[in-house]
């Protein structure tokens, strides 16, 4: 059975190509095993329509680590043998690939990855979207929307729903390549 390591990230402007916040959760056995989520000094500007929608500003973020110290120190090892799931994930799949492009970090060329929009959509298709704060809303689970960790946990709960209602999860398995930035096979 796979781990799966469920992640969002928000970013401080629209090049979408720093973050300066993530949260995660890590499943396996459909077990939540410990959850998580840290802001990260982005050092770059920050958007006014960025703060407005996360509210997460340069003041907050300024003593926090950069993205490099906190890969080495503690995503790594949460990244590396886990299938990556988000919701609306080459979103956060692209955000992820370009930070480690501009640290200069080889993590490897592809990761495997699960959007949970495509997992929902076959688990309630009776649903007029499947956004997630829709999703939260009818799942009944607490969401403080674009706040990473919030919506890492929520998605983590999407994802464990959708497989108790018999989604198989391993059919929508994508690759992603972390150097093109797009989705490709596995």
Same mark, same amino acid.
């Given at each position: 059975m796979p781990r799966y390591l469920v992640f969002d990230t928000e970013t401080p402007n629209? %090049?979408?190509d720093r973050m300066c916040q993530i949260g995660w959760c890590l499943l396996e056995?459909? %077990?939540m095993l410990g959850c998580g989520g840290r802001l990260v000094d982005p050092e770059c500007g920050f958007d006014g329509f960025n703060m407005r929608l996360h509210g997460i500003t340069p003041e907050l973020t300024a003593q926090e680590p950069n993205f490099a110290w906190l890969w080495r120190a503690e995503l790594e090892p949460l990244f590396t043998g886990s299938v990556l799931v988000a919701h609306n994930a080459v979103f956060d799949m692209c955000v992820l690939a370009k930070c480690l492009a501009a640290y200069g970090i080889a993590w490897r060329p592809r990761a495997a990855y699960i959007d949970t929009v495509r997992a929902a959509r076959r688990?309630?298709?009776?649903l007029p979207n499947h956004r997630l704060d829709t999703l939260a809303r009818a799942l009944g689970l607490e969401l403080d929307h674009h706040?990473?960790?919030?919506?890492? +946990?929520? #998605?983590?709960?999407? +994802? +464990?729903? #959708?497989?108790r209602r018999g989604v198989d +999860?391993? %059919?929508?398995? %994508?690759?992603?390549d972390l150097c093109a930035r797009r989705s490709c096979a596995l």
């Open positions: 629209a %090049r979408n056995g459909g %077990r688990a309630f298709p009776e706040n990473a960790a919030s919506d890492a +946990l929520a #998605c983590a709960g999407i +994802l +464990l729903e #959708c497989e +999860l391993s %059919r929508l398995v %994508r690759g992603y």
